[in-house]
């Protein structure tokens, strides 16, 4: 009995301890979870304390933002305001274009509603930047001034002077401004070309009226085009916020050297979406310098017409790549002409620069002294050819050296317009979807029943007295049928995509 008794005090003993061990075990681990989670808070903060202290130390040193208001501060004061007032049809072309140009596709939605009939006049609002302070020449947008019945520039200090004169390239859409006044302060022109993706810029203008506003951004890319035809663009992208009113004010580099013109936006709401578009200032600079010295542009001039290509239209070609531009028709008496420039050349350098789209090699040949001569390098079935090629300057109308006389082209002039076969690269000019057929209009008479109509260069034509036509020729053999005589009926598709039907009638 008392063994047992023994026994079962030991057990109880054995079982205490064990128990007290684990209490203890688990003691020393709570109390170990708690110093751990002290630690943590205490290394936290004491981290946190010196952020604070670095984030104090470096906004003392902000050098970036030092830089921002030292760049904005030195160029604002070369930057204007630019009132316009402007007299326009009620309703008419022009307005749509300058609001397709700011709202895209969605243009419509911002047209002012209908007003009294015949002209009204209208103001308009600008920015503009000062790059000559000593001959007062400021430097802005076609699209900002054009038709206007006056000119008003507003200085940065409040002062305002009228326009002595306002010169205009429309293929560029850049204008100068001529101004009289005192103690002007001007911003220099930078090279544009030491431009890289990534690099910041500020832009400054008067969006909405709002005078001096600053943006900051990167340059996004370079050797954009809007698509718009007949236009000369090289331009950067950039998202530094640009909205109406920001037209014809400068973007600036981290020198304070203007290397823009802001000019366009891309968008869908109609305001800033992060893709603004600016004209580089080495174009700006070749423009300005023309314009005041002459009053117009003089550009190069080759003599062909050109497209882009794919990869199977260059493998048909027997290209090693897709860089460059096809010549698809090379006019009569023209310096491709004389230098042996031939249909099918695959044009890879002008002047020993680079060719790697149509854009690229309007935009260099247009940049090249009339009467220059300059190699012309090409492929040719497979071999690389260097051409010598005089540039001679262009023509007022290049349109019709390349509107080759064939049938009924007359009977379209009589209805006041022209028109070619929708080609690839047209459709993709013209923003036409893949597979749609059709003939688009070049050209339109002013005061023509065309015109009166509202059709515009760039719209498509898909058919005429119920019949459907998808080439020139089909358009011209309808012309020319006994029920043509009286007018004709069309059915036009615009770069919207709206539809209708119009009826126009011959010129006496």
Do not use: C
Not at 446 to 452: D, L, T, Y
Request: charged letters at 25%; aromatic letters at 6%.
């Amino acid at each position: 009995m008392k063994d047992r008794r023994n026994r079962i005090v030991f057990i109880v003993f054995v079982a205490a301890t064990i128990s007290a061990g684990v209490l203890a075990g688990r003691l020393v681990y709570t109390l170990s979870a708690a110093e751990a989670r002290a630690d943590a808070n205490d290394r936290a903060a004491r981290e946190s304390r010196v952020a604070r202290k670095q984030l104090v130390d470096m906004a003392t040193y902000d050098r970036m933002s030092v830089l921002f208001r030292t760049v904005a501060k030195a160029v604002k004061p070369a930057v204007v305001e630019i009132r316009v007032a402007k007299k326009v049809a009620s309703g008419g072309s022009g307005m749509d274009e300058m609001l397709r140009r700011y709202f895209g596709d969605e243009y419509r939605r911002f047209r002012p509603a209908p007003g009294p009939e015949g002209p009204q006049i209208r103001p308009g609002l600008g920015s503009g930047v000062i790059v000559d302070a000593k001959n007062g020449y400021v430097l802005t947008n076609y699209h900002v001034v054009v038709d206007a019945e006056s000119v008003q520039v507003v200085l940065g200090d409040g002062r305002k002077a009228q326009a002595k004169w306002v010169r205009t390239d429309k293929m560029t859409d850049l204008a100068v401004i001529k101004i009289e006044a005192d103690k002007l302060i001007e911003a220099p022109l930078g090279d544009s070309e030491t431009m890289a993706v990534g690099d910041w810029v500020l832009a400054i203008g008067s969006p909405r009226g709002l005078a001096h506003t600053v943006t900051a951004g990167i340059i996004s890319a370079k050797g954009r085009t809007t698509g718009s035809p007949n236009m000369y663009e090289n331009l950067f992208q950039t998202d530094a916020s640009i909205n109406r009113g920001n037209s014809g004010g400068p973007l600036v580099n981290m020198r304070g050297e203007v290397i823009g013109i802001n000019n366009a936006i891309m968008t869908y709401s109609g305001g800033n979406e992060g893709i603004g578009f600016s004209i580089p200032s080495n174009m700006a600079r070749k423009i300005m310098t023309q314009l005041v010295k002459t009053g117009k542009v003089v550009r190069g001039f080759l003599g062909v017409s050109i497209q882009n290509v794919d990869e199977k239209l260059a493998k048909s070609f027997t290209l090693p790549h897709t860089r460059g531009a096809l010549v698809t028709t090379v006019a009569k008496n023209t310096p491709a002409e004389r230098a042996d420039i031939k249909e099918g050349d695959f044009i890879i350098s002008v002047a020993k620069k680079t060719v790697a789209s149509t854009n690229d090699l309007r935009n260099i040949v247009a940049g090249i002294e009339p009467g220059q001569t300059v190699p012309v390098k090409v492929i040719r079935d497979g071999k690389t050819l260097t051409l010598k090629v005089t540039v001679a300057a262009q023509p007022a109308d290049m349109v019709a050296m390349f509107d080759a006389p064939r049938p009924g082209r007359r009977d379209a002039e009589r209805f006041g317009l022209s028109v070619t076969t929708l080609t690839r690269d047209l459709a993709v000019r013209y923003g036409y979807k893949p597979g749609m057929r059709g003939v688009v209009i070049a050209r339109v008479l002013p005061g023509s029943s065309a015109a009166e109509q509202g059709l515009e260069p760039g719209m498509l034509i898909t058919q005429v007295q119920r019949k459907d036509v998808t080439t020139a020729e089909q358009f011209a053999a309808a012309l020319k049928a006994k029920d043509a005589a009286a007018g004709i009926r069309l059915r036009v598709t615009d770069r919207e995509g709206g539809r209708r039907f119009v009826f126009i009638t011959p010129q006496k």
